[in-house]
């Protein structure tokens, strides 16, 4: 069974939770999330719509659909994913969500020119908005943002207005892109805020005034070098180590936080990687299946940035990982130089033979 919108979005949220308390607070911060977003809503109905997918819900708490005020987001469409498909895709591992296959399913089921994938904990700024709103975003491109961390505590009860506010006054961390400007280690801890914290152009990359952005142009070039070589048979011999990579200076840096690109974007790589055997750096594998896919990046720069409310991480701590660092990273290099494909799920990514709308909202 289809479900049926009036309103066609521009941006369509690809959101993947279960309401398990997960950081502490949970609840709070996505009644947060909705304050934040609701007045963008009501300025402009059609820009954003909502895909909840709520993966594996807890049988003792209400459902992500009955459990918070989603209607005050306007566009909202729900998703539930069930405790027997979960256990299909979570093989033998204790990872109570996969979140990159729940997100893969929003984006699978997504109305709009572009998919934004954004968590619960995450306020995108004002000024980034007002890009958005301006409908003018490149198709031929992937954005990110820099991600400030803050401390949530004065936010947990303020007006959304004054979040943006708040969260920079309780800055302690950026998450920028590497660069060869600045140190490859990119996160800067008590931090008074200012361009100097912020991602930089590389040489040759241009900047788009009108949204503010990096278009990373000196990652095209540097691609077509050791696309090049590879044709030549000179790369082995210039590139011995696994870290090709960073030489692109790729935003992957707090990726899952936001990567916004077209939707046909994420239909030619088949969607983020969809995997048990890690966690750990999930996310920045679809940085570099979109770059490798064609798109150009693009970093949306100072004063432009996402606030992150920072949380407690432990009860990731123990996550097996399958998978070292060493073999990321030549997974990463391989995937940039097209000697691994930037597919790495096959056609039925993100539930594709699943019906998983919610009954609830296609009986109304």
Same mark, same amino acid.
Request: with cysteine; aromatic share 14%.
């Given at each position: 069974?289809?479900?049926?919108?009036?309103?066609?979005?521009?941006?369509?949220?690809?959101?993947?939770?279960?309401?398990?308390?997960?950081?502490?607070?949970?609840?709070?911060?996505?009644?947060?999330?909705?304050?934040?977003?609701?007045?963008?809503?009501?300025?402009?109905?059609?820009?954003?719509?909502?895909?909840?997918?709520?993966?594996?819900?807890?049988?003792?708490?209400?459902?992500?659909?009955?459990?918070?005020?989603?209607?005050?987001?306007?566009?909202?469409?729900?998703?539930?994913?069930?405790?027997?498909?979960?256990?299909?895709?979570?093989?033998?591992?204790?990872?109570?969500?996969?979140? +990159?296959?729940?997100?893969?399913?929003?984006?699978?089921? /997504?109305?709009?020119?572009?998919?934004?994938? $954004?968590? &619960? *904990?995450? @306020?995108?700024?004002?000024?980034?908005?007002?890009?958005?709103?301006?409908?003018?975003?490149?198709?031929?491109?992937?954005?990110?943002?820099?991600?400030?961390?803050?401390?949530?505590?004065?936010?947990?009860?303020?007006?959304?207005?004054?979040?943006?506010?708040?969260?920079?006054?309780?800055?302690?961390?950026?998450?920028?892109?590497?660069?060869?400007?600045?140190?490859?280690?990119?996160?800067?801890?008590?931090?008074?805020?200012?361009?100097?914290?912020?991602?930089?152009?590389?040489?040759?990359?241009?900047?788009?005034?009108?949204?503010?952005?990096?278009?990373?142009?000196?990652?095209?070039? +540097?691609?077509?070098?050791?696309?090049?070589?590879?044709? /030549?048979?000179?790369?082995?011999?210039?590139? $011995?180590? &696994? *870290?090709? @990579?960073?030489?692109?200076?790729?935003?992957?840096?707090?990726?899952?936080?936001?990567?916004?690109?077209?939707?046909?974007?994420?239909?030619?790589?088949?969607?983020?990687?969809?995997?048990?055997?890690?966690?750990?750096?999930?996310?920045?594998?679809?940085?570099?299946?979109?770059?490798?896919?064609?798109?150009?990046?693009?970093?949306?720069?100072?004063?432009?940035?996402?606030?992150?409310?920072?949380?407690?991480?432990?009860?990731?701590?123990?996550?097996?990982?399958?998978?070292?660092?060493?073999?990321?990273?030549?997974?990463?290099?391989?995937?940039?130089?097209?000697?691994?494909?930037?597919?790495?799920?096959?056609?039925?990514?993100?539930?594709?033979?699943?019906?998983?709308?919610?009954?609830?909202?296609?009986?109304?």
């Amino acid at each position: 069974m289809n479900y049926i919108k009036q309103n066609i979005p521009y941006i369509s949220v690809a959101f993947a939770n279960r309401n398990d308390n997960y950081g502490g607070e949970l609840s709070l911060r996505i009644e947060r999330f909705i304050d934040y977003y609701e007045p963008f809503v009501k300025a402009d109905p059609d820009l954003f719509e909502f895909i909840i997918c709520d993966w594996n819900p807890p049988a003792d708490k209400p459902s992500l659909r009955k459990g918070f005020e989603w209607n005050r987001l306007g566009n909202v469409v729900h998703l539930e994913v069930s405790e027997p498909i979960h256990k299909q895709y979570s093989a033998d591992s204790d990872f109570p969500i996969m979140d +990159y296959t729940a997100r893969n399913a929003a984006i699978r089921r /997504s109305k709009g020119d572009f998919c934004l994938i $954004l968590n &619960h *904990d995450i @306020y995108v700024s004002k000024s980034i908005i007002d890009v958005l709103m301006q409908r003018n975003l490149d198709k031929n491109s992937f954005y990110r943002a820099d991600r400030v961390d803050y401390d949530f505590t004065e936010s947990k009860i303020a007006a959304s207005e004054e979040l943006e506010k708040l969260a920079l006054k309780n800055a302690f961390l950026v998450c920028r892109k590497h660069s060869s400007n600045h140190s490859l280690i990119s996160n800067e801890y008590n931090v008074s805020l200012g361009d100097k914290y912020f991602s930089t152009p590389e040489t040759g990359d241009l900047i788009d005034q009108n949204e503010n952005s990096i278009i990373s142009v000196s990652a095209n070039n +540097y691609r077509d070098i050791c696309l090049e070589e590879i044709k /030549s048979g000179t790369f082995e011999a210039n590139h $011995l180590d &696994h *870290d090709l @990579y960073q030489q692109f200076y790729l935003h992957t840096n707090a990726s899952g936080d936001f990567i916004l690109a077209p939707k046909e974007a994420f239909f030619k790589i088949q969607g983020l990687i969809e995997t048990s055997k890690f966690y750990m750096h999930l996310d920045g594998y679809g940085i570099f299946q979109l770059f490798a896919a064609g798109y150009t990046q693009r970093v949306f720069q100072y004063p432009h940035m996402i606030f992150h409310a920072d949380h407690d991480r432990s009860a990731r701590a123990d996550r097996r990982e399958g998978m070292t660092y060493e073999e990321h990273k030549d997974a990463f290099s391989k995937i940039l130089t097209n000697q691994l494909s930037y597919k790495l799920n096959d056609s039925n990514w993100g539930l594709a033979k699943y019906d998983i709308f919610c009954k609830e909202d296609i009986d109304e």
